[in-house]
């Protein structure tokens, strides 16, 4: 256990995250996200004052704006590859979506309930800071609609969905992985 002195003298001078030593910089964000969990159950809790709910509350903010970054260069990446990628697969995504998965069409009623349940659970999840697939919220949500409506779900279109889904968690995993190292070294 390092004393406050010399953890002073070794961090005292930084003002942002890409300042401390690479070394350092796992353990000092596990630190920041402790700290600001402790903060939220300061905020959330009855026994608390207003001022204290409030002090904790600036606190996390600070906090959160040293480690919950994106520059500005992956935000537009994201943005434009998403794009690119909807603009290229809707008629596919559309399809599947509106067609493949019941044995049926989906009717405008069973698309407005998919689109409800899955705007709630989206913003529910943000409110809670969940991480959630947009996409997979939505495509549930169709399957759901046409098993409550009697008419029963195309097995193999779910089962494809299912295992895309499985997938890529570790195929993002491969590609970012070998990306990185292509562009870093």
Do not use: N
């Amino acid at each position: 256990m390092q004393s406050a002195r010399s953890l002073s003298r070794r961090f005292g001078a930084i003002r942002a995250m890409s300042d401390i030593p690479d070394t350092d910089r796992r353990s000092v964000r596990g630190d920041i996200y402790r700290v600001d969990s402790e903060l939220k159950l300061v905020v959330e809790r009855k026994a608390a004052s207003p001022e204290q709910k409030a002090e904790a509350g600036q606190a996390r903010q600070v906090l959160k704006r040293s480690v919950e970054y994106a520059p500005d260069w992956v935000r537009i990446l994201s943005a434009l590859c998403i794009g690119v990628g909807t603009m290229v697969g809707y008629k596919r995504i559309v399809r599947t979506v509106g067609e493949r998965i019941g044995k049926r069409g989906m009717s405008p009623a069973q698309g407005g309930s998919a689109e409800l349940v899955g705007a709630t659970l989206i913003a529910t999840a943000g409110l809670h800071g969940l991480p959630v697939s947009t996409t997979h919220i939505v495509s549930s949500g169709v399957p759901g609609t046409m098993v409550s409506d009697g008419q029963g779900v195309q097995g193999g279109t779910v089962r494809a969905m299912m295992l895309a889904w499985v997938l890529t968690l570790p195929a993002t995993i491969l590609v970012s992985v070998l990306l990185f190292y292509l562009l870093a070294g």
